[in-house]
């Protein structure tokens, strides 16, 4: 079961790998806040921590194709090293963002150089990975009319505007 629509959820986190390297982790920045049922959050993730009691932890486990997706041999594209702006660093392993004409913006990072044929991955960073989290329910609440229609938690940790 997942949350009801229109909830603000308040959560910490420590997000590790499978190795259990921490890749990400909310202790520095804050809890974060979001909207129930909005893709704010994995959908995985929310339907695990909706049957969580407010003020208790749980370790979720989630396989990559419930998290960011299975890595895909079709989002790698070779390019002539001309592609690339004259003065652009091209090393292996560097992400950058491309731009489209319509604005669009597309993050990708260099997987492989080889002579003058570069190969971009525009994979999720995280495609492939199994995660795990930590996480700590620190509140549910009902979002206010003008979160409702913002589409976004205000307050501590959320929009500031
Ligand atoms: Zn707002």
Do not use: W
């Not at 982790?25 to 974060?32: A, H, I, M, T």
């Not at 995985?44 to 932890?57: D, N, P, R």
């Not at 971009?120 to 960073?125: A, G, I, Q, S, V």
């Amino acid at each position: 079961m997942p949350f009801e629509p229109n909830k603000v959820v308040t959560m910490n986190y420590d997000l590790k790998d499978a190795d259990g390297t921490i890749i990400d982790s909310s202790r520095e920045r804050g809890s974060l806040s979001f909207l129930s049922c909005t893709n704010q959050v994995l959908p995985k993730l929310e339907e695990a921590m909706s049957t969580m009691l407010i003020g208790t932890k749980k370790n979720i486990k989630l396989d990559a194709a419930d998290a960011y997706g299975e890595y895909n041999n079709d989002a790698l594209q070779v390019v002539d090293k001309s592609a690339f702006p004259k003065d652009a660093a091209i090393e292996e392993g560097i992400g950058y963002i491309s731009t489209a004409e319509n604005g669009q913006q597309t993050p990708f990072k260099i997987s492989k150089i080889d002579g003058d044929e570069i190969t971009l991955d525009f994979n999720h960073p995280l495609a492939g990975v199994n995660l795990e989290f930590e996480v700590e329910l620190l509140d549910v609440r009902n979002a206010t009319e003008e979160e409702k229609s913002h589409g976004h938690v205000h307050g501590p940790n959320g929009h500031n505007h």
